[in-house]
């Protein structure tokens, strides 16, 4: 295998590109394109002597041809040097502006979502959450509503106007779930389902990955990676805290990894303090951090009644608190130049 990434002259025509990416194909070689604002790039998956034999200096369009050192490729900054800006109806991540997702960690009943998606929209938040599909440690706790839920899901878009974002738990439920949701979240525990990945991978819808607990930046990006291979390029990674010695909270919020992503990818990065912390508390002062640290937005956890949450109930904000948090962040983006 070999990977490069070919950078056209800034005057390179469609039919040059179209000419280039045909012999790639030709010599069995995958050619991804990446169309920047100024130059267009294309990221070459091959077979090494194939690739490498090409004479890529005969073509006027070429200017360089440049390897790609890092293991992931196709999310690497060496292949496309600008950040990646998701839409998803109504809402943008990445780009310069600091998206807020929130809703409850579970879809219980259509009140509660249509009450908390309300709030959602009128503090501001972008994109409405909430699990239909839920991946419980214990078999006998709550497990989701399934299809049920995202019915109550694509009720509250319908109500709110906000896309909505919800777990795909299983290979098995892509499709039902593609039905509803606008973005489709692989969870911390399925980062590494590379067959779901490569799934996922295929669909038209942006796809929410999730770190895994256990899971290094590089081991994410690879399964980023995995996503963008087989053609879907909105993915948007969502640091939820790593596991350590620590015991007084969930997990620990590994905010560095937000610095780290935005050096090695152009891929966005939210963070979400909730599941990182367990702990309502910190959930504030962390979605400063994440801020400051230079996120692209958050994914927090809120409910109409906290304390009759069927999960999660003890990280997830009072509606009021959420509306509190949003005027907070308001401030302070403002003042750091943010959106
Ligand atoms: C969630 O966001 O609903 C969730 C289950 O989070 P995680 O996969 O990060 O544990
Ligand atoms: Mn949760």
Not at 12 to 20: F, G, N, R, T, Y
Not at 124 to 142: D, E, N, Q, V, W
Not at 224 to 253: D, P, Q, S, W
Not at 262 to 275: E, G, Q, R, T
Request: with cysteine; hydrophobic share 45%; glycine share 8%.
């Amino acid at each position: 295998m070999v990977e490069v990434v070919i950078v056209l002259h800034e005057d390179a025509s469609e039919e040059e590109i179209e000419e280039l990416v045909a012999v790639l194909h030709e010599v069995g070689a995958e050619a991804h394109i990446s169309r920047g604002e100024f130059r267009t790039v294309i990221g070459v998956i091959g077979d090494r002597e194939k690739v490498m034999q090409m004479p890529f200096e005969a073509y006027a369009a070429v200017e360089k041809v440049v390897p790609i050192m890092k293991p992931y490729k196709l999310v690497s900054r060496e292949f496309r040097e600008e950040p990646t800006v998701i839409s998803v109806g109504s809402a943008v991540i990445g780009g310069g502006s600091f998206s807020v997702i929130a809703g409850p960690c579970s879809v219980e009943a259509e009140e509660q979502v249509v009450k908390a998606a309300r709030a959602a929209k009128e503090a501001g938040a972008m994109l409405f959450r909430g699990g239909a599909f839920k991946p419980r440690t214990s078999p006998y706790s709550f497990q989701g509503l399934g299809e049920e839920g995202l019915a109550m899901l694509a009720q509250a878009r319908e109500e709110t106007g906000l896309p909505i974002v919800t777990e795909v738990l299983d290979v098995r439920d892509i499709e039902v779930v593609s039905r509803y949701a606008d973005v489709l979240q692989v969870g911390a525990r399925n980062m590494q389902n590379f067959l779901m990945l490569r799934d996922l991978g295929l669909q038209d819808k942006p796809i929410l990955l999730k770190r895994g607990m256990s899971s290094t930046v590089e081991e994410w990006l690879m399964a980023a990676e995995y996503i963008l291979k087989e053609g879907n390029k909105n993915v948007i990674l969502c640091e939820r805290g790593i596991r350590t010695f620590e015991t007084g909270t969930r997990n620990t919020l590994d905010i560095s990894s937000v610095p780290m992503v935005k050096n090695h990818s152009h891929l966005p990065i939210i963070v979400d303090p909730s599941h990182a912390t367990g702990v309502r508390e910190l959930v504030v002062p962390l979605c400063k951090a994440a801020l400051a640290a230079g996120a692209d937005g958050v994914m927090v956890e809120m409910h109409p009644n906290p304390r009759e949450a069927l999960c999660d109930g003890p990280q997830s904000l009072t509606l009021d608190c959420f509306k509190e948090m949003m005027d907070e962040l308001n401030e302070m983006a403002a003042f750091l130049g943010r959106k």
